[in-house]
């Protein structure tokens, strides 16, 4: 008889539909310990400790998620990240000892999907990853039942069914928790939504420590489509402006 393992998210998995995840990391304790957690939550994992490794492991074993450290020996985990990702899409979850905007934003910007910094909690982590992986099978649902038409709000143009986003009809690249974050703003332009409600309707993740994670991709997300286009309402959240009719 065929064994199934339940996740302390009470999702059911059997050994054949396991999710791969590679950890990236070369702290000998940090990398066990979550591989560890991971494997009692029903994946499989790879381990590397150092870019090249982590460069090759994911192009020989096509991870279905990458948990990637910044600061590698052979070359750091934002070149890893731009390596995978010119291989084939995967989910990023960055991680950083250091409370840096910068890394957080730089690490946004080559295709991580989120961050955590450093020390952080196993359960948290967990919950990330799943988070992440059921994005990603969202986004291939409406790929298979998309949505008519395109968003046009001004000069901004959101095109659900292909996923692509234009800002005076150039392509704007977004990563798939960008263009997530910007669908939901848009399903209710000039609205604002609190940090917490993004935090909820993107991540899928209702703890408010998170929402610096909000925070970083607003500011990665202005950065591609214009800063005009986001409002910040101080002290509650965000919302998308429009042209005024």
């Known amino acids: ?9 009470g999702t ?24 560890a957690r991971l494997r009692a939550e029903g994946f499989v994992v790879q381990t590397a400790s ?6 090759d492991t994911a192009e020989a074993w096509q991870p279905d998620l990458l948990i990637l450290d910044i600061m590698l020996p052979g070359f750091d985990g934002l070149e890893v990240c731009r390596r995978v990702q010119a291989q084939r899409p995967v989910p990023v979850l ?9 890394d957080m934003l730089v690490g946004l ?3 991580a999907d989120d961050y955590m910094t450093k020390p952080f909690s196993m359960r948290e982590l967990a919950a990330r990853v799943h988070v992440l992986l059921r994005r990603v099978e969202r986004a291939a649902l409406a790929a298979t039942t998309p949505r008519s038409g395109i968003l046009r709000l001004g000069e901004l ?5 292909q996923r692509r986003v234009r800002v005076r ?6 990563t798939p928790t960008e263009f997530d974050l910007l669908v939901c703003l848009a399903n ?39 800063a005009e286009r986001i409002r910040t309402v101080h002290g509650v959240g965000y919302a998308l402006e429009t042209p005024t009719p």
Do not use: C, F, Y
């Open 1 to 9: 008889m065929e064994q199934t393992h339940t996740s302390h998210n």
């Open 12 to 35: 059911t998995a059997t050994p054949g539909a396991q999710r791969r995840v590679l950890v990236v990391e070369d702290d000998p304790t940090i990398v066990d310990a979550i591989a």
């Open 50 to 55: 150092d870019g090249p490794a982590a460069v």
């Open 94 to 102: 960055m991680l950083t000892a250091r409370d840096d905007e910068t």
């Open 109 to 111: 910007g080559v295709g």
């Open 157 to 161: 143009e959101i095109d659900h069914a």
């Open 169 to 174: 009809s150039e392509d704007v690249h977004l």
């Open 188 to 226: 209710t332009p000039r609205a604002v939504l609190s940090r917490e409600q993004l935090l909820a309707e993107v991540w899928d993740w209702a703890d408010a420590s998170g929402t610096r994670t909000v925070d970083s991709h607003i500011k990665a997300l202005r950065r591609k489509i214009g």
